[in-house]
């Protein structure tokens, strides 16, 4: 959870540049070098974004509700867009279009299963940023867990390769959870898994096949399409330990606070708290939003 709270702040003063507009890796911080033109420039360093925030909602849905319960999330999804619910200092900022639109739709009554967009264009991040907690609490079966992570991305993502994608994020995390610990190996193993999984579900199937394309090698351009994000974030997680993984999810440019949060969630599971530089960690905000419900998971689960 640290590694996806961590990976959000330090891509949110990066956001929307390309890559080439950026400072060198080696001076990505929480803090851009002076001069640098800062995304959301009035938001202080050490900020999560809507990622964080979603993440968030959806870890206190699980603790709160011991279930994946899709209208509880939906409401704390809507409590964050009102209220500035989970979101540090109560301030909400960079709302994807989709998620928009699905927060309207909840506001006007529309069960929460039936929220998300759902044509082809509507697969924008905005539940695979939000889907690790589901994977680190779950402790059902591999059917289970992608029956999970394909209804929370129904709340707000609704088309099958939205949901896909979740659930192969999950079972990407379970896998290097068990002890798979090389990427490559994590990832085969994932996949091959949700193959399993959805044999009898022919559209994610398809879907995972013809779109995602699980055996094609790691890369992507950092954009705020499912697919692209998760091919980014295993690119980046491929180039090497947390803080190396991290600077290369920001260095592709374009979404830099969703491929970060992507990639820092693995990175972190992977390689452990340890592995977060300390000067992060403490610049993290919001860390008395987020601490009880991470606390609550590790007893949850251990």
Same mark, same amino acid.
């Given at each position: ?17 390309? +890559? ?11 803090? *851009? +070098?002076?001069?640098? /033109? ?5 938001? *202080?360093?050490?900020?999560?974004? =809507?990622?964080? $925030?979603? $993440?968030? #909602?959806?870890? %206190? ?7 994946? =319960? ?11 867009? !009102? ?15 989709? &998620? ?13 299963? !039936? ?25 059902? $079966?591999? /059917? ?20 896909? &994608? #979740? ?22 193993? $994932? ?24 055996? =094609? +090698? *790691? ?19 491929? /180039? ?10 920001? %260095? ?8 970060? %949060? ?7 599971? @992977? ?5 977060? +530089? @300390? ?10 939003? #987020? %601490? *009880?419900?991470? !606390?609550?998971?590790?007893? &949850?689960?251990?």
């Amino acid at each position: 959870m640290y590694g996806l709270l961590v990976g959000d702040a330090l891509g949110v003063p990066y956001e929307f540049h390309a +890559p080439e507009e950026l400072p060198p890796r080696e001076r990505l911080e929480l803090d *851009p +070098p002076a001069g640098f /033109a800062r995304s959301h420039a009035g938001v *202080p360093p050490g900020t999560w974004s =809507d990622d964080g $925030a979603h $993440a968030l #909602c959806l870890l %206190a849905s699980l603790l709160g509700r011991g279930r994946l =319960d899709a209208g509880d999330l939906g409401q704390r999804l809507v409590r964050w867009y !009102e209220e500035g619910a989970l979101a540090v200092d109560g301030h909400v900022f960079d709302v994807g279009l989709q &998620t928009t639109s699905a927060i309207r739709a909840l506001r006007a009554g529309v069960p929460a299963r !039936e929220a998300g967009p759902s044509g082809e264009w509507d697969n924008g991040n905005g539940a695979l940023m939000r889907v690790l907690p589901l994977a680190l609490w779950h402790r059902g $079966a591999d /059917a289970e867990l992608v029956r999970d992570a394909c209804l929370q991305s129904r709340v707000t993502h609704g088309h099958a390769r939205s949901q896909v &994608t #979740c659930a192969l994020y999950c079972l990407w995390a379970r896998s290097i959870a068990e002890g798979r610990a090389a990427e490559a190996d994590a990832w085969a193993d $994932a996949t091959a898994r949700l193959r399993r999984a959805i044999a009898s579900a022919p559209e994610l199937l398809e879907e995972l096949e013809q779109a995602v394309r699980p055996d =094609d +090698p *790691p890369g992507g351009k950092g954009t705020g399409y499912v697919v692209d994000c998760l091919r980014s974030a295993r690119l980046a997680v491929a /180039a090497g330990p947390y803080e190396v993984a991290v600077r290369a999810a920001i %260095a592709l440019g374009n979404d830099t606070d969703t491929t970060a %949060a992507v990639a820092g969630g693995i990175a972190g599971l @992977r390689d452990g708290i340890e592995a977060i +530089p @300390r000067r992060w960690l403490d610049a993290l905000r919001g860390r008395e939003l #987020c %601490a *009880p419900l991470v !606390e609550a998971l590790v007893v &949850t689960v251990a």
